[in-house]
């Protein structure tokens, strides 16, 4: 069993930054895939950025490439989305998610991944 925990939102200006954390316990997710996806009032949770459990394959929705940068830190078992440039439209409560295994091309569904963490909010002011 894994437990996930996001932090790190907020409330910012557009052009602003955050970085989103989302920190694993229960078990090492070392070769696990960890994605961010987020959820926008009124809309369908949506694919944002994953990263494999090697670290050596990143993707990253268009409407965030350039803005945002997915990374990971084995040794404290804790992902990190750094967010920059945010606009109005990125306001969303973010999740963190982890798939057991390869990365495959499935990764922008959300069935595909087995652990999620409850959220955090991210709000961008115009």
């Known amino acids: 069993q894994v437990q996930l925990v996001e932090s790190g939102g907020g409330l910012v200006q557009t052009g602003g930054s955050l970085r989103l954390s989302c920190a694993a316990s229960g078990r090492t997710f070392s070769t696990d895939a960890v994605a961010w996806f987020r959820q926008a009032p009124g809309k369908e949770r949506e694919f944002v950025a994953v990263i494999s459990g090697s670290g050596r394959i990143i993707k990253y929705t268009d409407s965030v490439k350039g803005r945002f940068t997915i990374s990971r830190d084995t040794a404290k078992n804790t992902a990190y989305l750094l967010m920059a440039g945010l606009k109005p439209e990125d306001t969303a409560v973010y999740y963190c998610?982890?798939?057991?295994?390869?990365?495959?091309?499935?990764?922008?569904?959300?069935?595909?991944?087995?652990?999620w963490g409850q959220g955090t909010q991210v709000t961008v002011s115009s």
């Open positions: 998610a982890t798939h057991q295994g390869l990365l495959t091309v499935s990764y922008v569904t959300e069935t595909y991944y087995d652990y």
